[in-house]
């Protein structure tokens, strides 16, 4: 019997790990692949329910874990972290079998053949991930991979490293298979000495800049990649929105982990016939929102002083260049770290930094818009294209907004809910990357898609084999014209 309980990682457990090592993990890895990949779905998935509640007994340890390295509050860490992972574990572990099922395809002409499409394990998969979202966003994809089959090493964020390990203990504590995931830590060099592995597949989640490197470094080993980008989401307020719930939803879109979310609402495109209304509630409600530490706090800090200084740098920007702030806009310390309070801003130029790039902050723009069109133009005028959402009643108005706009997801009537339900892949597209993670798509993300095909009648030849008989290319032209002319 394994205890039940996991040591808590110190920083001095989380160093730099050297090249060595790093070879050393990806060979560990490979070779707890042999016994891992040949188990059977259910069996893999026990093992993974059985790591789920290990995480469980571990919870308060590993909440305070999470608030103490990226300075949220504790609620958003059960809430947006766990409870997420928690349901994505689950919707596997029920519904994955099936979509790994081998299929019976169809032939075609080949009435003599009898076809069949297999998913299986790539190997070992290289998981990178970010610091905004240390749990979810790096036992999402390991769970993930470890489902299809795959074996994994994890480098988590420099920002957030104990949290990485904590995960990588759950595993590694267990009676079984305590090698199937493998943790490096350190930073963007640990990150590039794992990618030039011979691993067979990397799943990256963090900036644009970054995901290009890896993208370039994936391309000697021809190693496919993931890559989960930033985002620059648009919410468009249409004229006949609820108006209450449209601005308690910008609120909390915009400003949740400190606005530190790859799919939080970063500019708001408001119909002009209810931009003063909508503006008015926005500014209430933000008004309200408690920025600190502890129980009696909404949302926490920044997570460290460089995310202070491109936020605070984009605000300044956008003062100079004519912007009015109507909340917020103060910068303030909560605990240990450098923050900046719920702000809310008009007026915003979009060639501005603030509309351009991603913000990773508590800032909300917001724009007044004549009509529809303008809305889904101004909201497609960006290179990213992670989520977006759009808030109105008409049906109509509403498919035609879903379906212009520039995104990998779009909520209705609601923010940021698309990641939280696990059948939906989440994903991006333009300069928010590719690939999905959740549902269907994101199991299969990790899987090589084998095609089979065999012979049931067993000729000593088949017709086009060599030496070609005379009739084929007479028949084949008579079956073209009869079939298809
Ligand atoms: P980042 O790109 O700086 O770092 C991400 C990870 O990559 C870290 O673990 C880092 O150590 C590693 N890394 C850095 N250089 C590397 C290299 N050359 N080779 C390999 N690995 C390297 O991003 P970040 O600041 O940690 O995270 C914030 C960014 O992540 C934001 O842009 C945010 O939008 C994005 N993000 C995207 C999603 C999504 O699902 N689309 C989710 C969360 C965050």
């Known amino acids: 019997m394994t205890s039940p309980k996991i040591a808590i990682p110190t920083l001095a457990e989380t160093g ?21 990949h040949r188990l059977s779905y259910r069996a893999r998935a026990n093992h993974l329910l059985e790591v789920r509640r290990k995480l469980i007994k571990n919870l308060d340890e590993i909440v305070d874990l999470i608030v103490e390295e990226t300075g949220k509050v504790s609620t958003e860490a059960i809430v947006n972290e766990i409870l997420v992972t928690c349901e994505l574990m689950s919707y596997y572990a029920r519904r994955g079998e099936g979509f790994l099922r ?62 990485g390990v904590a ?4 595993f590694a504590s267990m009676d079984e298979f305590a090698d199937i995931v493998q943790v490096v830590t350190g ?16 799943a990256f989640t963090g900036s644009v800049q970054t995901g290009k490197s890896v993208m370039k470094a994936a ?44 799919m939080a609402v970063e500019r708001v495109y408001v119909l002009e016939d209810v931009y003063e209304p909508f503006l008015n509630k926005v500014v209430e409600i933000t008004n309200k929102v408690r920025e600190g530490q502890g129980d009696s706090a909404d949302i926490g800090a920044l997570t460290y002083e460089r995310q202070y200084d491109i936020v605070q740098h984009q605000l300044e920007d956008a003062l100079q260049t004519g912007a009015k702030v109507l909340a917020g ?15 809310v801003l008009v007026e915003v130029s979009p060639d501005t930094e603030m ?36 808030w109105g009643k008409n049906k109509k108005t509403i498919q035609q907004v879903v ?65 070609l008989p005379r009739w084929l290319g007479k028949t084949a032209k008579l079956y073209l014209k009869a079939r298809y002319g």
């Open 16 to 36: 730099e790990a050297t090249e060595e090592e790093v070879i050393n993990k990806v060979a560990k890895a490979r070779q707890a692949y042999s016994s891992w």
């Open 102 to 163: 081998t299929q019976r395809v169809p032939v075609g002409i080949a009435i003599h053949k009898w076809a069949e499409v297999r998913y299986q394990p790539l190997g070992v998969v290289a998981v990178i991930s970010p610091w905004n979202y240390p749990f979810v966003l790096t036992m999402g994809p390991v769970a993930t991979a470890l489902f299809a089959g795959n074996t994994v090493v994890l480098k988590p964020s420099e920002v957030t490293p104990r949290v």
């Open 167 to 170: 995960i990588g203990r759950l």
């Open 187 to 202: 930073g963007g060099k640990v990150g590039q000495a794992l990618i030039t592995q011979p691993v067979d597949k990397i």
């Open 219 to 262: 391309a000697d080993n021809l190693t496919p990649v993931l890559l989960e980008l930033g985002g620059k989401d648009a919410m468009i307020v249409l004229a006949d929105a609820d108006l209450d719930r449209a601005a308690a939803g910008a609120v909390w879109g915009a400003f949740t982990n400190c606005g530190q979310t790859c």
């Open 329 to 343: 806009g103060n910068s303030m310390r909560v605990g240990t770290r450098k923050s900046i309070s719920p702000t």
């Open 355 to 390: 509309m351009q790039q991603e913000t990773f902050g508590p800032l909300l723009p917001i724009t007044k818009v004549s009509n529809v069109e303008e809305a889904i133009q101004l909201a497609n005028q960006s290179s990213f294209g992670l989520s977006a959402s759009v």
């Open 403 to 467: 379906y212009e706009l520039k995104a990998g997801s779009v909520s209705v009537n609601d923010v940021m809910i698309s990641y939280a339900i696990p059948s939906l892949p989440f994903g991006g597209v333009g300069a928010s990357g590719f690939g999905r993670t959740h549902g269907r798509e994101g199991l299969l993300e990790f899987c090589a898609v084998k095609a089979v095909a065999h012979d049931w009648l067993g000729l000593k030849r088949e017709p086009h084999w060599l030496p």
